[in-house]
């Protein structure tokens, strides 16, 4: 594949024109220009649609280029339909922008510390702001070129710039062209949405999370054999309602409570002790459910009619029996004769043991939700501070440099 040549910036102007989708850019520098002029070059002509396309894809962001490449590389007929910008938000407000940012932060960074590593600059180096992003504009445009429409078209790709929507189960219209196709691809992202403002703090979602998943792991704790399915995802569900919410809001509060040179520490060992409190409860879980299932399974057998003296026996197999089908093999192999008669009343038996096991486990549920709400009771939370307050606060202290 040849590269395609890069497109040259048009002439300066002093704004973006003021009906072109990119108009929100700014300022209309030389590299802004060079960006719309890879990425939504004003003199595009969209082509001309022959026959069906094995592959329409909407959207040219991240997903919607390699999409189109990957199956044009194939052979495949692909158009590319986009109506704002070719390469998305990874190209012009996310990962390359972003990037560019850090390393700046980074440099600054290094000449506030260089005196630990015994380096002296001069006092009161500043960080120029508005150069900073001169100089992500100036390599965000070197960048567009990868995914300029001209690239995209030279790979073999037809290119529409401008809004699609379908028109019927096999075809889209791009402006007064349509597009006819076997195969389409919707990659055109998402928008945050902002919520209704509510009096609900992470402390009172907290505390009505715990209550939820108390609730939940009660009616867990109550699980036998015959609970019918829809009663136990009921169950599940209630459960699940809890735990959510209870583990959004204790985060949320925890990192809102630190100071802002904590934060990074504080997110950090939160999920430390989240991996931690996982295997512990894994490892207490396992070994709470086999003593259980040991300690339960004589009388559940005996209840399903298995004879005393087999009980004995069957107890001793208890780690067979609590594994996925029950120990059927091996039942069939040591019951034999008359005894084979016995192995439904076994399975039975031993999935009433293993159901009251599982609940003996949510009994663990109910004690970490009843930690957890009194911790959500005492921590208290602090309101959320706004990006000036974080400026003139320790941001701005030489410990976050």
Same mark, same amino acid.
């Given at each position: 594949m040849?590269p395609?040549?890069?497109?040259?910036?048009p002439?300066?102007a002093?704004?973006?024109?003021?009906?072109?989708?990119t108009g929100?850019?700014t300022p209309?520098d030389?590299?802004?220009?060079?960006?719309?002029?890879?990425?939504?070059?004003a003199?595009?002509i969209?082509p001309k649609?022959t026959g069906?396309?094995?592959?329409?894809?909407i959207g040219?962001?991240?997903a919607?280029?390699?999409?189109?490449i990957?199956?044009a590389?194939?052979?495949a007929k692909?158009a590319?339909i986009?109506r704002?910008?070719l390469g998305?938000?990874c190209?012009t407000v996310?990962?390359?922008p972003s990037?560019?940012?850090?390393r700046?932060?980074?440099?600054a960074a290094?000449v506030?510390?260089a005196e630990?590593f015994g380096?002296s600059?001069?006092?009161?180096?500043?960080?120029?702001f508005?150069?900073?992003m001169e100089?992500?504009?100036?390599?965000r445009?070197?960048?567009?070129?990868?995914?300029s429409?001209r690239?995209f078209?030279?790979?073999?790709?037809d290119v529409?710039?401008?809004?699609?929507a379908f028109s019927? #189960?096999?075809?889209?219209?791009v402006?007064d062209q *349509? !597009?006819?196709f076997? @195969?389409?691809v919707i /990659?055109?992202g998402?928008? +945050?949405?902002?919520l209704a403002?509510?009096n609900?703090?992470?402390d009172k979602?907290?505390?009505a999370?715990?209550?939820?998943?108390?609730i939940?792991?009660?009616l867990?704790?109550?699980?036998?054999?015959?609970?019918?399915d829809?009663?136990l995802?009921t169950?599940?569900l209630?459960?699940?309602l809890?735990?959510g919410?209870?583990?959004a809001?204790f985060?949320?509060?925890?990192?809102n409570s630190?100071? #802002?040179?904590?934060l990074?520490?504080?997110t950090? *060992? !939160?999920?430390f002790? @989240?991996?931690i409190? /996982?295997?512990?409860g894994? +490892?207490?879980?396992?070994?709470?459910f086999?003593s259980?299932?040991?300690?339960?399974?004589?009388?559940?057998?005996?209840?399903?009619?298995?004879?005393?003296p087999l009980i004995?026996?069957?107890?001793?197999?208890?780690?067979?029996?609590?594994?996925?089908?029950?120990?059927?093999?091996?039942l069939?192999?040591?019951l034999?004769?008359p005894?084979?008669?016995?192995?439904p009343?076994?399975?039975?038996?031993?999935?009433n043991?293993l159901?009251l096991?599982?609940?003996d !486990?949510?009994?663990?549920?109910?004690?970490?939700?009843?930690l957890?709400? +009194?911790c959500?009771?005492?921590?208290r939370?602090?309101?959320?501070r706004?990006a000036?307050?974080?400026?003139?606060g320790?941001l701005?202290?030489p410990?976050l440099?």
């Amino acid at each position: 594949m040849t590269p395609s040549t890069p497109a040259q910036a048009p002439p300066a102007a002093a704004a973006a024109p003021h009906d072109h989708p990119t108009g929100a850019l700014t300022p209309w520098d030389e590299y802004n220009q060079l960006l719309v002029a890879n990425v939504h070059p004003a003199d595009w002509i969209n082509p001309k649609p022959t026959g069906r396309y094995n592959l329409v894809v909407i959207g040219a962001g991240t997903a919607g280029l390699v999409t189109a490449i990957g199956a044009a590389g194939l052979g495949a007929k692909v158009a590319l339909i986009e109506r704002h910008l070719l390469g998305g938000d990874c190209l012009t407000v996310g990962c390359v922008p972003s990037k560019c940012l850090i390393r700046s932060s980074r440099a600054a960074a290094a000449v506030r510390e260089a005196e630990r590593f015994g380096v002296s600059v001069p006092a009161g180096v500043q960080v120029d702001f508005g150069a900073v992003m001169e100089r992500m504009r100036k390599l965000r445009a070197g960048i567009s070129d990868r995914d300029s429409a001209r690239r995209f078209r030279d790979a073999g790709v037809d290119v529409f710039i401008g809004a699609a929507a379908f028109s019927g #189960p096999d075809t889209i219209t791009v402006g007064d062209q *349509t !597009l006819r196709f076997r @195969r389409a691809v919707i /990659a055109t992202g998402a928008r +945050a949405v902002a919520l209704a403002k509510s009096n609900l703090t992470p402390d009172k979602i907290m505390t009505a999370g715990a209550v939820v998943m108390l609730i939940g792991g009660f009616l867990m704790t109550h699980i036998t054999a015959d609970v019918p399915d829809w009663e136990l995802w009921t169950w599940m569900l209630i459960l699940g309602l809890g735990i959510g919410p209870a583990m959004a809001g204790f985060t949320v509060v925890v990192q809102n409570s630190v100071s #802002p040179n904590q934060l990074g520490v504080a997110t950090s *060992t !939160l999920t430390f002790l @989240r991996q931690i409190g /996982a295997s512990v409860g894994l +490892a207490a879980a396992g070994t709470i459910f086999s003593s259980s299932f040991a300690n339960r399974l004589p009388t559940t057998l005996a209840e399903a009619g298995v004879p005393q003296p087999l009980i004995s026996q069957l107890v001793k197999l208890s780690g067979a029996l609590q594994n996925v089908g029950n120990g059927r093999a091996l039942l069939e192999h040591i019951l034999t004769g008359p005894q084979q008669a016995l192995i439904p009343k076994v399975i039975a038996g031993a999935n009433n043991a293993l159901a009251l096991a599982i609940a003996d !486990l949510f009994w663990i549920t109910i004690v970490s939700g009843v930690l957890g709400l +009194a911790c959500t009771l005492l921590l208290r939370d602090r309101p959320l501070r706004s990006a000036t307050e974080l400026r003139s606060g320790s941001l701005a202290s030489p410990e976050l440099a």
